[in-house]
């Protein structure tokens, strides 16, 4: 399985993020003919190599154009502009998460409601390109999760339209609660609120390298200038290990709760949110509990990391009064996202090998949906024409 690793040494942020995924070897045309899905206009992006402090590393720039609107938006605007987008429904979901936490950190910080929170710079155009750039960069990097180092905020004060604040700055602050952080003496703001929502969102896990074989590594820039140390964030991919022949293999926490009065709206709405904080599978199962009422087993499959997450949300979202948990050991099929080239449109297809060998090949489903609706063609259509591509390409 790819992975990704952010090795935030100093600190985060939007623009460094995207840099470092070009310095890893996403093309800076692609990431524009990604970027154009959006929709949005009144922008250039540029990338150019730099040196920081001894470090050859890729800065990242948007650049908006004078005659450019300003609106300040809301997050409505924003979930509205990411609907509208033909974004791949991956990066989509990733994006629309990123936003909500933004938009729920800033509420929290001014005491106010998620729909009353007034993006600033958060609802600029950069910023948009910023967080949405990142999640269509990982993925055309093939990143299936993401971890991260601990971060450091650096120290002392930055400024804001609020006035004065001290670092973290404060809706940073709040999206960092529940992560690790790094001791660091640098002065300035080292990590931005953009760069913690995208990776505190993406992140499956936090700490030091994760076992893996490095394949892409990439240093990406800020705009500041360190007194201590270089204002990089270095990204590393690779595939994690695994058995010679045998696909991958990882630990999974297995998570159960019993739900005995809970409606099928609130079952669903908790799946979601389980899905949306990083579980790899969510499921339910019909049962019968005590004095023979029906209910329902809720069984979350995660990272190990994620464990006060998930628990988190089944206590406060759902009725139970108990979460079993239990570490199981995983085998998978070695998996790939390639995309091909349909009648119809593009479509992702992921691709399961076994010790090199292919024994699956399945068009993503949210992909053949949408494009079957722009093209107004039964959505089997274009799974089988997607499936017939892949098979072509890979006979050649």
């Excluded at 949005?40 to 720039?61: L, N």
């Excluded at 009065?261 to 509990?289: H, K, N, S, W």
């Excluded at 009422?293 to 108990?322: H, K, N, S, W, Y």
């Excluded at 070695?334 to 449109?345: A, Y």
Aim: hydrophobic residues 40%.
């Amino acid at each position: 399985m790819r992975i990704a690793y952010f090795d935030c040494f100093s600190g985060a942020s939007g623009d460094m993020i995207l840099a470092a995924c070009l310095d890893a070897g996403l093309e800076i045309d692609r990431l524009r003919e990604d970027l154009a899905l959006l929709g949005v206009e009144g922008y250039q992006v540029e990338a150019q190599a730099v040196r920081k402090q001894g470090f050859a590393a890729t800065q990242f720039e948007v650049r908006v154009e004078p005659d450019a609107p300003r609106p300040h938006r809301h997050l409505r605007h924003i979930l509205e502009i990411l609907s509208a987008a033909r974004l791949p429904e991956g990066v989509r979901h990733q994006a629309t998460a990123i936003f909500t936490r933004l938009a729920e950190a800033e509420a929290r910080v001014h005491g106010t409601t998620v729909e009353k929170v007034h993006f600033h710079e958060v609802g600029a155009i950069d910023a948009i390109v910023d967080i949405v750039g990142a999640c269509l960069a990982l993925e055309r990097l093939g990143v299936r999760e993401v971890y991260v180092s601990p971060i450091p905020t650096g120290s002392g004060t930055v400024k804001c339209e609020h006035g004065l604040m001290p670092v973290p700055a404060p809706a940073t602050a709040e999206l960092l609660k529940g992560v690790p952080l790094a001791t660091c003496d640098e002065v300035g703001e080292l990590t931005t609120p953009t760069g913690a929502a995208i990776l505190t969102t993406l992140a499956t896990g936090y700490g030091g390298l994760p076992a893996m074989t490095v394949r892409q590594i990439g240093i990406g820039a800020g705009r500041r200038d360190g007194a201590n140390r270089p204002n990089v964030l270095r990204l590393l991919i690779g595939e994690t290990a695994s058995a010679p022949g045998e696909g991958e293999c990882d630990e999974v926490l297995v998570m159960e709760a019993n739900l005995d009065d809970a409606t099928g709206q609130i079952v669903a709405e908790v799946c979601q949110l389980l899905l949306d904080t990083g579980a790899r599978d969510v499921f339910t199962t019909p049962i019968y509990m005590k004095k023979g009422r029906p209910g329902t087993l809720i069984t979350v499959l995660a990272p190990p990391a994620l464990r006060g997450a998930v628990e988190e949300i089944l206590f406060a979202q759902t009725t139970t009064f108990g979460v079993r948990s239990h570490l199981a050991g995983r085998r998978t099929l070695s998996r790939t996202l390639e995309r091909v080239s349909t009648p119809f449109g593009e479509v992702r297809v992921k691709v399961g090998r076994r010790g090199g060998q292919v024994m699956r090949v399945t068009p993503e489903f949210e992909d053949c949906r949408a494009v079957a609706r722009l093209a107004d063609r039964p959505v089997i259509d274009v799974i089988d024409a997607a499936r017939q591509a892949w098979l072509r390409l890979s006979e050649k």
